[in-house]
């Protein structure tokens, strides 16, 4: 069974910075676009980042534009999403899934939570001075 082990979140100050990780133990992520996607209470699951297979090109939610970055080691077949400055509406717990439909990024990839599997348990992430 393929799940993503998500890692990395904790407390963070605003204007702080977080990196969180993912892997899938025993699973390469060559070949997939990889999602970085959370969910705070009571609210659906929000698309933060996607990065694609092959040339790195990524998505990225408006939301956390200029202040998130996403990336991956292919060699260590790991996703990485750094968090910079986070604001109050930064908190949930983030997941991260592989896109079973494309290897790229691009269009609904970060609208389409469906297309994403091998969720993990996710990390979270909160926000506090």
């Known amino acids: 069974q393929v799940q993503f082990v998500e890692s990395g979140g904790g407390l963070v100050q605003p204007g702080g910075s977080l990196r969180l990780s993912c892997a899938a133990p025993?699973?390469?992520?060559?070949?997939?676009?990889i999602g970085w996607f959370r969910q705070a209470p009571g609210k659906e699951r929000e698309g933060v980042s996607c990065i694609s297979s092959s040339d790195g090109s990524s998505d990225i939610a408006d939301s956390v534009n200029g202040r998130f970055t996403i990336s991956r080691d292919n060699d260590k077949d790991t996703v990485y999403l750094q968090m910079n400055s986070p604001k109050p509406e930064d908190p949930a717990v983030y997941y991260c899934?592989?896109?079973?439909?494309?290897?790229?990024?691009?269009?609904?990839?970060?609208?389409?939570?469906?297309?994403?599997?091998?969720w993990g348990q996710g990390t979270q992430v909160t926000v506090s001075s």
């Open positions: 025993g699973f390469t992520l060559d070949g997939y676009a």
């Open positions: 899934g592989a896109n079973l439909m494309r290897s790229r990024c691009g269009g609904y990839s970060l609208s389409r939570a469906y297309e994403y599997a091998y």
